[in-house]
C-alpha cells in the first residue's frame, strides 16, 4: 500500500468541556473516495474544519503527505493542495461563470490583484478555464453570469472553481445539498468520473446514503464525535452498529422481540 496522502492522528476538539471531535485516527490513500457519514452533531462539520485549517485542534495532528499542517491557516493548506467547497455556494455571482474559475486560476498563478486584466487578454488561462468548465459539462455557460444558472449548474462551477487550485486533496461539504432529484444524479455521475481519473482524492460529507455508497471507496461514520467504524460501503451498510445509530434500524431480534 502506497504512503498516506492525509493522515489524521488522534484529532481531537473540546469546546468548553464537550468534544465535538473525539479521538479520530484515520488515514486516506491517493486517489481514495473517502465519505464521511453520520447524525446531525456528530462532528462531520467539524472535522472538517481542523482538516481545512478553519480550526485548530485541541489534540492530536494532520499530516499531509507526512507534513504537519496542523493548525495551519486555510490559506495556507490550499496552497499545499488541499481545496474544500462548501455547503453554501461560494462563487461570484456577479461574474460570468468562466470568469470565476479565471480569479482561481489567477491567485494560483499568483496574479490575483490584477486578475482581470490578466485574463481579459491571457488566452492560455481563458483556455484553462475553459478546458475545466467542460470537463465538469457547463462549458456552454461560459459568457452566462453566474447567479442566473440553475442551482446544480452553480455546486458544479463551484467544483470547477476548487479544481482550479490544482488540489491533491478535495474536500466536498455536502455536494448534493438542496438538489433535485435530475440535479444530484447528474452532479454524482460528473464527482464519480472525476474520482475515476485517478487525479484527485476525496473526502465527501453526504446525507443522501444513495450519492455516498455510489461514490465511496471508504466510508467514516461519526457518532457522537467518535469514529463508530470505518469501512467499504458494504461493510458499512451490513454493520450492526451503522444500522441502529444512523440508518435508523433495529435488528430483526428486536423487531421480532417487539412484534
Same mark, same amino acid.
Given at each position: 500500500m502506497s504512503e498516506p496522502i492525509l493522515s489524521i492522528q488522534d484529532l481531537t476538539k473540546h469546546f468548553g468541556g464537550n468534544a465535538a471531535?473525539?479521538?479520530?485516527?484515520? #488515514?486516506?490513500?491517493?486517489? &481514495? +473516495? $473517502? %465519505?464521511i457519514i453520520g447524525p446531525n452533531g456528530a462532528g462531520k462539520t467539524t472535522?472538517? =474544519? !481542523?482538516?481545512?485549517?478553519r480550526m485548530t485542534? +485541541?489534540?492530536?495532528?494532520? *499530516?499531509? #503527505?507526512?507534513? #504537519?499542517?496542523?493548525? $495551519?491557516?486555510?490559506?495556507?493548506?490550499?496552497r499545499l493542495g488541499v481545496s474544500r467547497s462548501f455547503q453554501i455556494n461560494?462563487?461570484?455571482? &456577479? !461574474?460570468?461563470? @468562466? &470568469? =470565476?474559475?479565471?480569479? /482561481?486560476? /489567477? /491567485?494560483?498563478?499568483?496574479?490575483?490583484?490584477?486578475?482581470? =486584466?490578466? /485574463?481579459? @487578454?491571457?488566452?492560455? *488561462?481563458? &483556455?484553462?478555464?475553459? %478546458? *475545466?468548465l467542460d470537463r465538469l459539462s457547463i462549458g456552454e455557460l461560459a459568457e452566462r453570469r453566474a447567479g442566473v444558472i440553475s442551482y446544480g449548474d452553480k455546486r458544479l462551477l463551484e467544483i470547477a472553481v476548487v479544481l482550479a487550485t490544482r488540489p491533491r486533496l478535495v474536500l466536498l461539504d455536502e455536494p448534493t445539498a438542496g438538489m433535485t432529484p435530475d440535479e444530484t444524479r447528474r452532479v454524482t455521475a460528473l464527482v464519480k468520473s472525476l474520482a475515476d481519473s485517478g487525479d484527485y482524492t476525496f473526502l465527501i460529507t453526504e446525507h443522501d446514503m444513495e450519492v455516498v455508497f455510489s461514490l465511496a471507496d471508504r466510508i467514516l461514520v461519526m457518532h457522537r464525535g467518535e469514529a463508530l467504524v470505518v469501512g467499504t460501503p458494504e461493510e458499512?451498510?451490513?454493520?450492526?452498529e451503522v444500522r441502529r445509530a444512523y440508518l435508523g434500524e433495529e435488528d430483526q431480534e428486536e423487531q421480532e422481540a417487539g412484534a
Open positions: 471531535v473525539s479521538g479520530i485516527t484515520l #488515514d486516506v490513500q491517493p486517489r &481514495e +473516495t $473517502l %465519505a472535522f472538517y =474544519n !481542523m482538516v481545512s485549517g485542534p +485541541t489534540q492530536g495532528k494532520v *499530516l499531509l #503527505d507526512g507534513q #504537519d499542517i496542523t493548525g $495551519l491557516p486555510p490559506h495556507r493548506i490550499s461560494n462563487i461570484f455571482t &456577479e !461574474m460570468t461563470v @468562466r &470568469e =470565476n474559475v479565471e480569479v /482561481a486560476l /489567477a /491567485a494560483l498563478h499568483h496574479h490575483s490583484r490584477r486578475w482581470f =486584466n490578466l /485574463a481579459s @487578454r491571457d488566452t492560455v *488561462l481563458q &483556455e484553462e478555464a475553459q %478546458a *475545466l458499512v451498510r451490513n454493520h450492526p
